[in-house]
């Protein structure tokens, strides 16, 4: 089996926590490595879980201490989840993520509706219901 170890970035816009770390770690841009394949040496490949190791910010306390820390895939997605939505509702996150899908560009390119149609037209709506609760 491959051992395939991809190395990335993720920012968070805002201070996050991750489980099991007792620390809030700071806004800022991390570099990750994301391991999907169990490694050639695990004893039990099918009982692993894919990792990320995130490689944290240094402290200002001790600048040239490096740490990182393992993660599973699966809280990290959470935790980006969570930045995400501090920014935004909800809906307009699906907003977003609709009109960045492939498919939907194609429907609209065919309906011959342009992203700046939708965006008005969900922006008056969205007006409409926030003037309209208490």
């Known amino acids: 089996m491959d051992n395939t170890l991809t190395k990335s970035v993720v920012v968070f816009d805002r201070p996050y926590k991750m489980p099991g770390f007792d620390e809030t ?20 490949p099918e009982a692993w ?16 201490l490096t740490r990182s820390l393992l993660a599973s895939l699966v809280d990290l997605d959470k935790a980006r989840a969570r930045d995400k939505l ?37 922006s008056g709506s969205m007006n409409a219901d926030r003037s309209q609760s208490p």
């Open 25 to 44: 770690l700071p806004a800022g841009e991390y570099g990750i490595e994301t391991e999907l394949a169990s490694p050639p040496d695990h004893r039990d």
């Open 86 to 122: 501090t920014r935004k509702q909800l809906s307009d996150v699906f907003f977003e993520e609709m009109l960045a899908d492939p498919m939907e560009q194609l429907v609209m390119r065919a309906d011959g509706v342009s992203e700046a149609q939708l965006r008005h037209l969900y």
């Open 49 to 64: 879980k894919a990792s990320v190791m995130i490689h944290l910010l240094p402290r200002v306390s001790h600048p040239g």
